[in-house]
């Protein structure tokens, strides 16, 4: 997958503290937009590639940890780093339990906080990077047939071909053929590596069809 430029948004209500945010972010080579409020920053498209959110906890309206749990809702992966002049642990823990990369009590040394960033884009660059592994793997499973998708369903189920022609009531020769047409468009070389596609994506045995 090909990614995009380090982006980072900054959320903050303190103009002086979103332009000095920026100043030191775009130094370190980020491409930078700031917003005054969560609710501005929810009018802004979900940003295409690897992304951290610089987020103050206190905010106007919507708070930072209910832009949290709201971006969590919505299947966002943009990995935050929290920052705040009023924190408190019970506060920090909440945060870091609902996936924050960081908890930055102002004010903060600036090679935390880019610490906290490069960690936050790296662990973005994984979400996007399984994302994108899950599509190809989904968009290979919608070639299949029908009938292969049925062996496929029982293969990773652990039966032998012989019983997958019993229960599905074909020849033994027909089901060698499906199997093998499953293995070349899945990509894979072994029962076992089938299972664990099959688990990426969320097929189960029970499922009847892709």
């Given at each position: 997958?090909?990614e995009?430029?380090?982006?980072?948004?900054?959320?903050?209500?303190?103009?002086s503290v979103?332009?000095?945010?920026?100043?030191?972010?775009?130094?370190?080579?980020?491409?930078?937009?700031?917003?005054?409020?969560?609710?501005?920053f929810?009018?802004?498209?979900?940003?295409?590639?690897?992304?951290?959110?610089?987020?103050?906890?206190?905010?106007?309206?919507?708070?930072?940890?209910?832009?949290?749990?709201?971006?969590?809702?919505?299947?966002?992966?943009?990995?935050?780093?929290?920052?705040?002049?009023?924190?408190?642990?019970?506060?920090?823990?909440?945060?870091?339990?609902?996936?924050?990369?960081?908890?930055?009590?102002?004010?903060?040394?600036?090679?935390?906080?880019?610490?906290?960033?490069?960690?936050?884009?790296?662990r973005?660059?994984?979400?996007?990077?399984?994302?994108?592994?899950?599509?190809?793997?989904?968009?290979?499973?919608?070639?299949?047939?029908?009938?292969?998708?049925?062996?496929?369903?029982?293969?990773?189920?652990?039966?032998?071909?012989?019983?997958?022609?019993?229960?599905?009531?074909?020849?033994?020769?027909?089901?060698?053929?499906?199997?093998?047409?499953?293995?070349?468009?899945?990509?894979?070389?072994?029962?076992?590596?089938?299972?664990?596609?099959?688990q990426?994506?969320?097929?189960?045995?029970?499922?009847?069809?892709?």
């Open positions: 997958m090909k995009s430029r380090r982006h980072v948004f900054v959320v903050d209500d303190d103009e979103r332009t000095s945010l920026a100043t030191l972010l775009e130094s370190d080579g980020y491409s930078v937009e700031s917003f005054a409020s969560a609710a501005e929810l009018t802004r498209a979900p940003n295409v590639g690897p992304a951290c959110l610089v987020l103050d906890v206190r905010l106007p309206g919507l708070d930072g940890l209910a832009l949290q749990r709201q971006l969590t809702e919505r299947g966002r992966i943009e990995q935050i780093v929290f920052i705040t002049g009023y924190g408190n642990i019970p506060m920090g823990v909440q945060a870091m339990k609902r996936g924050a990369v960081d908890f930055l009590a102002k004010p903060f040394d600036d090679h935390a906080l880019l610490n906290a960033v490069a960690q936050a884009i790296a973005s660059a994984d979400s996007w990077r399984e994302r994108h592994e899950v599509a190809l793997v989904r968009a290979r499973i919608a070639t299949l047939t029908p009938r292969e998708f049925e062996v496929f369903r029982l293969v990773i189920t652990g039966l032998l071909n012989k019983q997958i022609a019993f229960e599905l009531g074909a020849a033994l020769r027909t089901i060698k053929t499906h199997r093998g047409r499953v293995m070349h468009k899945l990509g894979v070389q072994s029962v076992a590596d089938l299972v664990r596609l099959a990426k994506v969320g097929v189960s045995p029970d499922m009847s069809g892709p």
